[in-house]
Nanobody
Framework: QVQLVESGGGLVQPGGSLRLSCAAS????????MDWYRQAPGKGRELVAS???????NYAESVKGRFTISRDNAKNTVYLQMNSLKLEDTAVYYC??????????WGQGTQVTVSS
């Protein structure tokens, strides 16, 4: 069992920055990939960025060049640095972990609101 706790969301103006954190605890040795997803009002959940255990990253086209995913293995924490935020980045952001047998764990989500 893995517990994921997100933090760092909030209200920011367009063009601003935020850094989200996701702290993992529990059976973290089984985690192979960690992701950030987001869900905007009235829309489905979409993948924002992923990072493997080896450090390979993948991004949605809509955030490439603006968002950076990283991990600190010593702290069992994954980060999402979000720069040049746009109105359309407003969503609840969820941290997720994929386990070696394919199961997925989710955090509770953190709200990001981009508004002037």
């Amino acid at each position: 069992q893995v517990q994921l706790v997100e933090s760092g969301g909030g209200l920011v103006q367009p063009g601003g920055s935020l850094r989200l954190s996701c702290a993992a605890s529990g059976t973290i040795f089984s985690i192979t990939v960690m992701d950030w997803y987001r869900q905007a009002p009235g829309k489905g959940r979409e993948l924002v960025a992923s990072i493997t255990k080896g450090g390979s990253t993948n991004y949605a086209e809509s955030v490439k060049g603006r968002f950076t995913i990283s991990r600190d293995n010593a702290k069992n924490t994954v980060y999402l640095q979000m720069n040049s935020l746009k109105l359309e980045d407003t969503a609840v952001y969820y941290c997720s972990a994929v386990h070696v047998l394919g199961a997925r764990s989710w955090g509770q989500g953190t709200q990001v609101t981009v508004s002037s």
